[in-house]
Protein backbone atom coordinates (compact mmCIF):
# COMPACT_ATOMS: atom_id res chain seq x y z
CA UNK A 1 0.00 0.00 0.00
CA UNK A 2 0.98 3.09 -0.88
CA UNK A 3 -0.24 6.64 1.05
CA UNK A 4 -0.04 9.89 -0.86
CA UNK A 5 -0.23 12.98 0.60
CA UNK A 6 -0.63 16.36 -1.87
CA UNK A 7 0.41 20.13 -0.09
CA UNK A 8 1.44 23.05 -1.70
CA UNK A 9 -2.03 24.45 -2.93
CA UNK A 10 -3.52 27.40 -2.44
CA UNK A 11 -4.85 30.99 -4.15
CA UNK A 12 -2.77 32.77 -6.40
CA UNK A 13 -3.11 35.17 -9.07
CA UNK A 14 -3.09 34.66 -12.54
CA UNK A 15 0.25 34.55 -13.89
CA UNK A 16 1.50 33.68 -11.07
CA UNK A 17 3.42 30.34 -9.87
CA UNK A 18 2.98 27.42 -7.30
CA UNK A 19 4.82 23.88 -6.90
CA UNK A 20 2.62 21.44 -5.46
CA UNK A 21 4.56 18.42 -3.55
CA UNK A 22 2.81 14.68 -3.61
CA UNK A 23 4.47 12.64 -0.19
CA UNK A 24 4.85 9.00 0.11
CA UNK A 25 4.88 6.65 3.16
CA UNK A 26 4.26 2.86 3.44
CA UNK A 27 6.53 2.22 -0.06
CA UNK A 28 8.90 3.54 -1.83
CA UNK A 29 7.76 5.73 -4.82
CA UNK A 30 10.88 4.88 -6.73
CA UNK A 31 9.15 1.64 -8.69
CA UNK A 32 6.03 3.78 -9.86
CA UNK A 33 5.18 5.90 -12.40
CA UNK A 34 3.67 9.09 -10.92
CA UNK A 35 1.05 11.45 -12.22
CA UNK A 36 -0.95 14.53 -11.78
CA UNK A 37 -4.82 15.42 -12.46
CA UNK A 38 -7.22 17.48 -11.12
CA UNK A 39 -10.80 18.20 -10.90
CA UNK A 40 -12.66 21.66 -11.63
CA UNK A 41 -16.21 21.67 -9.87
CA UNK A 42 -18.68 20.02 -12.11
CA UNK A 43 -16.23 18.54 -13.97
CA UNK A 44 -14.79 15.14 -14.74
CA UNK A 45 -10.79 14.99 -13.49
CA UNK A 46 -8.23 15.22 -16.40
CA UNK A 47 -4.74 14.41 -16.78
CA UNK A 48 -2.04 16.78 -16.07
CA UNK A 49 1.47 15.60 -16.00
CA UNK A 50 2.62 12.16 -15.67
CA UNK A 51 6.63 10.71 -15.29
CA UNK A 52 8.46 7.78 -15.70
CA UNK A 53 9.67 5.70 -12.36
CA UNK A 54 12.92 6.87 -13.04
CA UNK A 55 11.96 10.60 -13.99
CA UNK A 56 13.62 10.15 -17.64
CA UNK A 57 10.32 10.48 -19.28
CA UNK A 58 7.29 12.48 -18.64
CA UNK A 59 4.00 13.42 -20.67
CA UNK A 60 1.83 16.77 -20.62
CA UNK A 61 -2.02 17.60 -21.23
CA UNK A 62 -1.67 20.42 -24.46
CA UNK A 63 -3.31 22.83 -21.76
CA UNK A 64 -0.26 23.16 -19.50
CA UNK A 65 2.36 21.78 -21.73
CA UNK A 66 5.32 25.00 -21.54
CA UNK A 67 3.68 26.40 -18.38
CA UNK A 68 4.08 23.18 -16.08
CA UNK A 69 6.93 20.98 -14.78
CA UNK A 70 6.64 17.60 -13.34
CA UNK A 71 10.08 16.19 -11.77
CA UNK A 72 10.71 13.46 -8.71
CA UNK A 73 13.12 13.12 -6.32
CA UNK A 74 12.87 9.22 -5.32
CA UNK A 75 15.44 9.90 -2.45
CA UNK A 76 12.90 11.91 -1.21
CA UNK A 77 9.64 10.11 -1.84
CA UNK A 78 8.21 13.20 -3.23
CA UNK A 79 7.07 14.07 -6.76
CA UNK A 80 6.96 17.74 -7.87
CA UNK A 81 4.37 19.87 -10.04
CA UNK A 82 5.84 23.41 -10.85
CA UNK A 83 3.16 25.59 -12.17
CA UNK A 84 4.25 28.84 -13.87
CA UNK A 85 2.16 31.68 -15.53
CA UNK A 86 -1.52 30.33 -13.63
CA UNK A 87 -4.63 30.68 -15.14
CA UNK A 88 -8.00 31.00 -13.90
CA UNK A 89 -9.05 28.10 -15.91
CA UNK A 90 -6.08 25.98 -13.62
CA UNK A 91 -8.57 26.28 -10.60
CA UNK A 92 -9.05 22.55 -9.47
CA UNK A 93 -8.50 20.32 -6.77
CA UNK A 94 -5.06 18.98 -7.74
CA UNK A 95 -4.51 15.07 -7.20
CA UNK A 96 -1.35 12.76 -7.49
CA UNK A 97 -1.51 9.82 -8.06
CA UNK A 98 0.94 5.91 -8.87
CA UNK A 99 0.43 3.28 -10.91
CA UNK A 100 2.86 0.97 -13.03
CA UNK A 101 2.89 3.57 -16.43
CA UNK A 102 2.86 7.68 -17.05
CA UNK A 103 -0.30 7.17 -18.43
CA UNK A 104 -2.70 9.77 -18.84
CA UNK A 105 -5.56 7.75 -17.94
CA UNK A 106 -6.98 7.53 -14.72
CA UNK A 107 -7.28 4.09 -14.88
CA UNK A 108 -3.70 2.99 -15.19
CA UNK A 109 -3.39 4.33 -11.33
CA UNK A 110 -3.43 2.86 -8.54
CA UNK A 111 -3.11 4.99 -5.38
CA UNK A 112 -4.49 8.37 -5.28
CA UNK A 113 -4.16 11.33 -2.49
CA UNK A 114 -7.18 13.02 -1.13
CA UNK A 115 -6.04 16.39 -3.57
CA UNK A 116 -4.96 19.95 -2.51
CA UNK A 117 -6.77 23.32 -3.61
CA UNK A 118 -5.48 25.38 -6.66
CA UNK A 119 -7.19 28.62 -6.80
CA UNK A 120 -6.35 31.02 -10.12
CA UNK A 121 -7.77 34.50 -9.56
CA UNK A 122 -8.21 36.73 -12.55
Known amino acids: QVQLVESGGGLVQAGGSLRLSCSAS????????MGWFRQAPGKEREFVAAINALGRATRYADSVKARFAISRDNAKNTVYLQMNSLKPEDTAVYYC???????????????WGQGTQVTVSS
Open 97 to 111: AAGSFYSALTTEYNY
Open 26 to 33: GRTLSVYA
